[in-house]
């Protein structure tokens, strides 16, 4: 399979617990987006990388929330002190530069009990 | 900035009945526009895309849209549902500046009726 991965796919963690989630990208996309969607609403932006940069953060962001992609290869998202806010599904997508779109993971689902 | 409306949280048609679902966006810039479906505790899988050039695009499972500029629409239709087709509909816009970074509509469930 040469897909996006993501792992895990669920995750259910006690409130104050830090979590942390893994994207593996389509071998050779450049570009690696990060999203989050809760109940009833459609995927919202939260950052992206471009190789190991990340060039932009969206102000869904907070500081508990930090994001890395050493290498520029797979990238990790890290919630501290999770909230119950917080639940949700974490979808990681990645994008060659000449793609016109970018190609979905199918996601991690938290929840903050 | 972009915004994305979907017109309907929820519509429900008949299998074999024509299928259509509305979206509207607002972009300062030339869009690009996109069409996913979503099942349960599933990822995104792009139906289509219009970036360019023709303004009917053909995507996968038999559906297609409309870029309408004078209208800011690209609604998604369907000649005639099968119930594979039940699952949440999500309409994205982005730009040509950096095309994986989207802002979605909050999406369509369509229920498909035997």
């Known amino acids: 399979d040469t897909g996006v991965s993501q792992d895990p796919r669920h995750k259910i963690t006690k409130r104050g617990q830090n979590v942390t989630f893994r994207c593996d990208p389509i071998s050779e996309h450049n570009r690696l987006y990060w999203y989050r969607q809760t109940l009833g609403q459609g995927p919202e932006f939260l950052t992206y990388?471009?190789?190991?940069?990340?060039?932009?953060k969206s102000r869904l962001l907070s500081d508990r929330f930090s994001a890395e992609r050493p290498k520029g290869s797979f990238s990790t998202l890290e919630i501290q002190r999770t909230e119950q806010g917080d639940s949700a599904m974490y979808l990681c997508?990645?994008?060659?530069?000449?793609?016109?779109?970018?190609?979905f993971g199918q996601g991690t689902r938290l929840t903050v009990v | 900035a972009q915004s994305v409306t979907q017109l309907g949280s929820h519509v429900s048609v008949s299998e074999g009945a024509l299928v259509l679902l509305r979206c509207n966006y607002s972009?300062?810039?030339?869009?690009?526009l996109f069409w996913y479906v979503q099942y349960p505790n599933q990822g995104l899988q792009l139906l289509l895309k219009y970036t360019t050039g023709a303004t009917l695009v053909k995507g996968i499972n038999g559906f297609e849209a409309e870029f309408k500029k004078s209208e800011t629409s690209f609604h998604l239709t369907k000649p005639s549902a099968h119930m594979s087709d039940a699952a949440e509909y999500f309409c994205?816009?982005?730009?040509?500046?950096?095309?994986?970074?989207?802002?979605f509509g909050d999406g369509t469930t369509l229920t498909v009726k035997p």
């Open positions: 997508a990645s994008r060659a530069w000449e793609n016109t779109e970018a190609f």
């Open positions: 990388f471009q190789n190991e940069a990340q060039l932009e």
């Open positions: 972009s300062s810039v030339p869009p690009y």
């Open positions: 994205a816009v982005s730009s040509n500046t950096n095309a994986g970074k989207s802002t």
